[in-house]
């Protein structure tokens, strides 16, 4: 993940792994070593010197009377004395005894002697000595135990005092791994847009000298999966440039300052290895909009967008580093990240559309052992809204289950079914469901499809299942249209709320029941029908009028009614009458179909599956 060719980064790493080695008790016996060693460092009176004999008094006197001792001191508990016999000198010490008569019998014999008084330390120098050097052990101590516990948790385990206000040279470079352009399906738009960068990294000669700047960032803006990392890398290997990527919640440090140090960081290492791309994935999560209320602010975040915008305004375009950040709700961004030279440059990364996903499909499976004639056009179209990292993971899935199966290529069908996988979830063929409620089911989904395929303006039924999946869907009629839709007209949206309330109709038809099966069909429509009426401007009574403003587009989408309460109450009004249409149509349509209603959902119990084909023929028997 990181880069090898920063070798001096490697080197420090490699001394630091020598630390990481040595178990934390080896710390704690050189501490406690040390501190019993200082007072003899200090004080060196309080060592032996090895060439000193101990003797007893008695010798000692006797050495007295022999005159061969030459010098002696006399200190408070024992008696240092050097005698010389044979030409050789001797070093001696003995205790002291109480003893009146030593003076005169070493001034008897000549000795030179003196009393030698111990020397009073200066109280406040000792003092000063003896806490300095405690501190100084303390300190290194420490200095190592936080070094290791650096190495041990990883950078992110920065406890060490030495650690605050640095970022432990993390390095950020991420290799692309020859990803380029090629490896991006579809999104054209956004890839033309790069391209530019592309190219002035490769020759930012031919910009200078025309006097042109460089925008110095992108914000690459769009749903979650939509390949907007794919595209940073593959603009940094396009380019052969490193490729500086970090998260925007990386940045979110527990301490005020580590977040801002952590940006200085990241620039002085991009400026070392300029030309080089910055990519900052989920911007918004340190670039929100500042609010100037009080104390009520995030200071932490605060520091690190402020740090931010100073670094990007802190160096000229034409330096080589481009910042490429990623976001998926660019409403909430701070507006001075999106002033003119910093994030000026504003590419849309969207869904996918048909041939787009058509294309992401491809680019798949390219890596994969599969079977010659695959129809990825028909897939695509029954994958309408998926991003691309959907479409990588189902080809993934469909290649576990060309495994699982114990096949050697991926087929057709193992595509479709892990299609259904993503939607739905895994089938759970042995959940236990009465035969009353497979019953139930049954009608429920042939409602669904029969009210689909007898409207006009609705997509064909592609498959009908009354198998239960592991996402709590006890079975379900997929609808594929022909080809992409871009609009939707006022007739096709109420027909797919006619659609969505058929499995209900049908329920009560034939067993005069409802059920809770249908909570979702209900949840849908009621989505639908308010929105044709408070943000498409489909309703006789509001007619061309926005009441409700959608937020974050791009994460499912929430909205907030604009209205007041009373309005409100109109609008749900309003609703409920589209939506007691829509069932309404739906219930005289299986009223006129109940004969092809009987055969299908009996045909349905018996095979659990049915294509739309085999759907079409036997509803096609009952056509007058
Ligand atoms: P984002 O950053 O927009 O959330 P990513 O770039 O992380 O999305 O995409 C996740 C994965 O989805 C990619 O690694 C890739 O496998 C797949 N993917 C997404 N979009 C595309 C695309 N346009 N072409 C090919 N693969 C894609
Ligand atoms: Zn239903």
Redesign the pocket.
Known sequence: MFDKKNDNKKNKKDNNNKFKSWPLLVYYVIAIILIFAVPFIINPRLQKAPDIKTTDYGTFLSYVDKGVVTKAEILDKKVAFEIEKDGKKQKYETSKLEDPTLVERLHNEGVKFERIYPTEPNPVLATLISMGTTILILVVVWYFISKMMVKRFGDEGGVGPMSFGKSNAKIYVKSTDGITFE?????DEAKEALTEIVDFLHNPKKYSDIGAKLPKGAL?V????????????AVAGEADVPFFSISGSEFVEMFVGLGAAKVRDLFKQAHEKAPCIVFI?EIDTIGKKRDGAGFSGNDEREQTLNQLLSEMDGFEGNDGVVILA?T?RPESLDPALLRPGRFDRRVP?EL?DLA?RE??LK??AKKIVKDEDIDYNAIARATAGA???????MINEAALRAVREGRHEMTQRDIEESVEVVIAGYERKNAVISPNERRTIAYHEVGHALVAARQTQSAPVHKITIIPRTSGALGYTMQVDEEEKVLMSKEELFNKIVTLTGGRSAEELIFGVKTSGASNDIEQATKLAKAMITRFGMSDEFGFVAMEAVTNQYLGGDSTLMVSPETQYLIDKEVQKVIEEAHEKAINILKENMDALHEIADYLLQKETITGEEFMEILNKHND
């Open positions: 490896n991006v399906a579809g999104q690459l769009g749903p979650p999966g939509t390949g907007k990392t794919l595209l940073a890398q994935d990623a998926n990364v996918p787009g294309a992401i680019v798949h991003s691309g990292a959907d479409l990588a993971n």
